[in-house]
């Protein structure tokens, strides 16, 4: 298992951005059965685990649609407004720490709720749980880590045009080149990626054998689930931040490039999809926010 999986339960609605306005609402309505078949295809649960988990999930999302969908909306229409108008990489920056932002303040409500769980555990159910994180690891290395870069780099560049062109319509051969110069341009992480995985891992074994301390269990998945990068090797997180600032410039490029009808189409998108997120908020639909863009701060999620 890795941070991302384990934490699924504290990111899923952010996922949600990039499944299409016509999934959105569908998709939250099973993000509860999502969240709980990904969790149970790495441990096991008996009945009344499954059952706590069920209710747990179910609290979890009424907290979540009353206090931090409608952020995603305001996000989802400044995103659409600055990349209309042309945007630089500073602010592809501050829309991603914002995401970052969304994903600490779900992984501070999920922690309590999962350590509620992990306390039931049972030291079999641990010992399953560490199988099943290993052959997700040999996973990992037979397909990112013993392949030829190359053909990382290439499909890397495949993933990305496709999603860019979800957004904006068919990249121009300009557009093409800025991604495929981009995706050369990183630096390998595979390898590091899975040897921070692993101590990452090795981290959340330690947390849940000592589960008989509610509080420490809780403040330990947290602190795991919020910052899984306090885990990385250092090399590693040099090579991401390295990574983004490429990352962040690449979509600022494309950006420049972009013809009136592929600006028009992004537009349309985000307010597609910020209605479909106001569409499943249990709150009343927030204002254009494309008319008057919002500060960074106004788009972050209230807590409880």
Not at 29 to 44: F, I, K, M, N
Not at 262 to 281: G, I, N, P
Request: aromatic letters at 8%; one cysteine or more.
């Amino acid at each position: 298992m890795s941070p991302s999986r384990f934490a699924a339960l504290a990111v899923v609605a952010v996922a949600l951005t990039a499944a299409g306005c016509s999934r959105i609402q569908f998709g939250y309505g099973q993000a509860e059965r999502v969240v709980a078949w990904t969790l149970e295809s790495y441990l096991p649960l008996d009945r009344r685990q499954s059952d706590a988990l069920a209710s747990q999930l179910s609290e979890f999302k009424q907290w979540h649609c009353r206090t931090q969908v409608a952020g995603y909306a305001a996000w989802l229409r400044q995103v659409g407004t600055e990349l209309r108008d042309g945007v630089t990489a500073e602010q592809v920056a501050s829309r991603f720490a914002n995401v970052r932002h969304f994903g600490r303040v779900m992984a501070g409500e999920a922690g309590p709720r999962l350590a509620g769980l992990a306390r039931s555990l049972t030291d079999r159910q641990l010992d399953e749980l560490a199988q099943a994180m290993d052959k997700s690891n040999r996973k990992y290395r037979r397909d990112f880590v013993d392949v030829a870069y190359s053909d990382v780099v290439e499909k890397r560049a495949s993933r990305t045009r496709e999603r860019l062109e979800f957004w904006a319509g068919p990249l121009t051969p300009q557009q093409r080149q800025v991604v495929e110069r981009w995706s050369a341009s990183l630096e390998p992480t595979q390898a590091a990626m899975l040897t921070s995985r692993e101590r990452w891992q090795r981290r959340l074994r330690s947390a849940l054998a000592r589960r008989e301390d509610p509080e420490r269990l809780s403040t330990r998945l947290t602190a795991l689930m919020s910052a899984p990068e306090r885990w990385y090797a250092p090399e590693l997180v040099d090579r991401l931040d390295g990574n983004r600032a490429r990352t962040f410039v690449m979509i600022s490029e494309v950006s420049a490039l972009m013809t009136e009808q592929q600006r028009r189409k992004v537009l349309e998108m985000t307010e597609r999809m910020a209605k479909d997120f106001e569409a499943v908020a249990c709150l009343p639909p927030v204002r254009n926010a494309a008319a008057e863009p919002a500060e960074v701060g106004q788009l972050r999620p209230t807590g409880r």
